[in-house]
């Protein structure tokens, strides 16, 4: 079989900057595709319980990234972007557009990510530091987990619709499970959140030849495993192993291919 071919095609990953989301863009990128990188640079509270690393790669640019798919051959730039801000879709879409055209890749990966609990525990299973349910912490994991990524794709099939275009890619990103998301409460709230918009989108806009899936990918390693975390998945029967970004970005490609056209409406969980 073929490598998918993606040069006549763009695509716009959010949270791009490291992990996952960086893997995917190199990932598309490899395969032809014009790549805009949306990223933020976050400062995190310090947690002596995660890496002092993934705070740094948390707070960097997408610059070494695009410098590395361009190192490659590929066509890539960066664009920082608090997704928070309502008029920051239409502004990545604008970016995407002026550089290389209309985005018809849309791959949803960025986080608002921040532990919250109804318990009164201090701190999770793994050590981190955890707070209670608040309404900051709402807001910082739904506002970037399910309303950025609900306007992402109304961005996205708006301007799809308008130009009569009959391809498009949606990919979402998820966690938790049936049970909710136990000290991580918000986060796992958002990710149901776009779970829900996205089966609508695959659904609502399969006419435009637009497909929408989300991966729930299994504990990756994107700068925040620690011994202990690699001990939970190992006495966990629903955790398989650690993935890394790549292995995760790499199912992400598929989906946006050509040879994934007839899968749509689903949550594909990664073992």
């Not at 990756?220 to 890394?244: K, L």
């Not at 995760?248 to 291919?257: N, P």
Request: proline letters at 4%; charged letters at 20%; aromatic letters at 6%.
């Amino acid at each position: 079989m073929a490598a998918p071919d993606f040069s006549h095609h763009v695509a716009l990953v959010t949270g791009a900057n490291h992990g996952i989301g960086a893997a995917a863009a190199r990932a598309l990128a490899r395969q032809g595709a014009a790549v805009v990188l949306a990223y933020l640079r976050l400062r995190d509270d310090v947690d002596p319980e995660i890496p002092a690393a993934y705070a740094t790669m948390r707070r960097s640019t997408a610059d070494d990234v695009v410098t590395a798919i361009a190192g490659n051959g590929g066509r890539a730039i960066a664009v920082e972007a608090d997704l928070t801000d309502a008029d920051a879709p239409a502004r990545l879409f604008d970016a995407a557009e002026t550089a290389f055209g209309p985005v018809d890749i849309l791959v949803n990966n960025a986080s608002g990510w921040r532990q919250d609990t109804f318990a009164a525990a201090a701190n999770d299973r793994l050590g981190r530091a955890l707070a209670p349910i608040t309404v900051a912490s709402i807001d910082a994991n739904l506002g970037v987990d399910a309303r950025a990524a609900a306007l992402l794709i109304a961005e996205f099939a708006r301007r799809h619709i308008k130009r009569n275009a009959t391809w498009g890619r949606i990919v979402g990103m998820t966690s938790g499970g049936p049970n909710g998301f136990p000290e991580e409460a918000s986060y796992g709230a958002a990710k149901a959140a776009q779970e829900n918009y996205t089966m609508t989108a695959a659904t609502e806009l399969a006419d435009y030849g637009i497909t929408a899936n989300i991966v729930h990918p299994p504990i990756t390693d994107t700068g925040w495993i620690t011994d202990a975390v690699r001990e939970f998945v190992a006495s966990n029967p629903d955790h398989t192993h650690i993935a890394t970004p790549d292995e995760v970005g790499t199912v992400i490609a598929w989906l946006c291919s050509d040879q994934a056209r007839l899968v749509t409406g689903n949550v594909i969980r990664l073992r």
